[in-house]
């Protein structure tokens, strides 16, 4: 059952949005008790604030403490949204394609039916710098902790699992199946109890730097291997569906899915 003060915040939002839904750990597959909700979708900025000299809020961020309930909530304008899609951006496509759903329509489904088409083999030098970041903080940190041990499975994990299906694949639970990372189930019931076990020992730092190691120059092969094209089929297809969505929304088109 989805918390409704989530959808309240939502409900809240200044501007129309065309879809929001729940990425971050819930959607990784491993919250902690404390995990906050990391709420992400599009919103639609008003015709004055897209051709106006005042240019609007391309991207509103929102936390709030709702009853205990930590919630972040961070949204793009639709043409923003519709130019990350098109790069190697890893995150608008887990954001656009996560089940967790918050609201929905018709133009999120649609938005939706192009992701397979903004797809390219380059997404895997966007895993690849995420895991190195991760990596640097979980070695950075004394005594070495969970969290950042599990991003770094988390995402290379993803990557290997895009460029050899062209699926996008956000649930380390899920993409263990394939995997098969003897030691991950544990990592992740660590996480789930809370940060009172979210610290390693230092005797198994080896074996996760070799592992880090192995899946990074996996993640490598797999993009060279992959048949993923070089640069998005989609992109036609998205432009026109950013000047549909204005033209619907500022009531200079057809009308409203």
């Known amino acids: 059952m989805l918390d409704p003060r989530l959808r309240e915040q939502v409900r809240q939002h200044p501007y129309p949005l065309l879809f929001a839904t729940i990425s971050g750990a819930h959607l990784y597959g491993f919250p902690s008790p404390d995990s906050d909700f990391d709420l992400r979708g599009v919103h639609v900025l008003p015709l004055a604030e897209v051709v106006g000299l005042e240019p609007g809020r391309e991207t509103v961020e929102k936390n709030a403490d709702v009853e205990g309930l930590e919630i972040d909530l961070v949204t793009h304008d639709v043409a923003k949204f519709c130019r990350l899609l098109l790069r190697k951006n890893g995150y608008v496509l887990e954001q656009l394609l996560s089940p967790l759903v918050v609201q929905s329509?018709?133009?999120?489904?649609?938005?939706?039916?192009?992701?397979?088409?903004?797809?390219?083999?380059?997404?895997?030098?966007?895993?690849?710098?995420?895991?190195?970041?991760?990596?640097?903080?979980?070695?950075?940190?004394?005594?070495?902790?969970?969290?950042?041990?599990?991003?770094?499975?988390?995402?290379?994990?993803?990557?290997?699992?895009?460029?050899?299906?062209?699926?996008?694949?956000?649930?380390?639970?899920?993409?263990?199946?394939?995997?098969?990372?003897?030691?991950?189930?544990?990592?992740?019931?660590?996480?789930?109890?809370?940060?009172?076990?979210?610290?390693?020992?230092?005797?198994d730092l080896a074996q996760h730097q070799h592992e880090y190691e192995r899946l990074r120059a996996e993640l490598l092969n797999s993009f060279e291997r992959s048949v993923l094209p070089h640069s998005p089929p989609a992109a036609d297809a998205v432009h026109d569906f950013l000047v549909r969505v204005r033209l619907a929304k500022h009531g200079l088109g057809p009308h409203e899915k």
């Not at 649930?171 to 003897?182: G, I, K, Q």
């Open 105 to 203: 329509g018709p133009w999120h489904e649609e938005l939706k039916s192009l992701a397979g088409g903004c797809l390219t083999r380059h997404h895997a030098h966007h895993y690849l710098g995420f895991a190195e970041t991760q990596w640097k903080l979980f070695q950075k940190a004394s005594p070495p902790k969970v969290k950042p041990l599990l991003y770094v499975y988390r995402v290379l994990l993803t990557g290997i699992h895009l460029m050899r299906s062209g699926e996008v694949q956000a649930n380390l639970l899920v993409l263990n199946d394939e995997a098969r990372l003897p030691f991950l189930p544990e990592l992740i019931e660590r996480k789930l109890q809370g940060p009172e076990q979210g610290c390693l020992n230092e005797a």
